[in-house]
């Protein structure tokens, strides 16, 4: 039975692309998870225990993975989980790795770009019209809404804040301690 994970947390290696002698290619990197959480009675951040994996990437998804992801990236994945035991000479451990299904910038700690890339046409079929041959609707173009009702048409500066809103953002002041402060 295989054990299905979803895992959230940073990158810890540089993603490693390698191509076997059987021509797989595979990606490869370490993945660090681990959970913060903040101690009201202490007014401090509590670290807890960071668990460690071994990601692996294969085929297309691999170039994928070695293509869009850096150290320090936050990522959300889901994939299979594999427990495995290792020994060498006189050191003994437990490897814990997750072949990736599905991975993904975690968009809790930042803006991603997502690019759609084109299948790959056997030689054959090359020249002959395919369904990614045509363009792809565009989502903003279909119904055109009024500015007044389309809130995320454009960003919100300074002074275009409402009266409300600007009574409902907390000033910055300097009493607040680092501890306070939201660590992203």
Do not use: C
């Amino acid at each position: 039975m295989t054990d299905i994970v979803t895992l959230a947390g940073v990158v810890a290696t540089k993603p490693e692309n390698v191509r076997t002698s059987t021509g797989l290619t595979v990606t490869n990197f370490r993945l660090a998870s681990s959970q913060r959480r903040f101690d009201r009675a202490t007014s401090t951040w509590i670290e807890g225990d960071t668990n460690w994996y071994t990601v692996n990437a294969y085929r297309w998804m691999a170039n994928n993975v070695a293509n869009s992801l850096e150290i320090g990236n936050h990522v959300v994945l889901t994939g299979r989980l594999r427990v495995r035991n290792w020994t060498s000479g006189d050191k003994r451990g437990t490897a814990i790795e997750v072949d990736v299904d599905s991975i993904g910038h975690d968009l809790a700690f930042g803006v991603s770009h997502f690019t759609r890339l084109k299948a790959a046409v056997p030689v054959d079929q090359q020249g002959a019209p395919s369904a990614d041959d045509a363009p792809e609707p565009d989502p903003l173009a279909s119904e055109p809404q009024s500015p007044a009702s389309d809130i995320w048409s454009s960003p919100v500066v300074g002074d275009d804040l409402s009266r409300d809103t600007q009574n409902s953002v907390p000033a910055a002041s300097d009493d607040v301690s680092d501890t306070e402060k939201v660590p992203f």
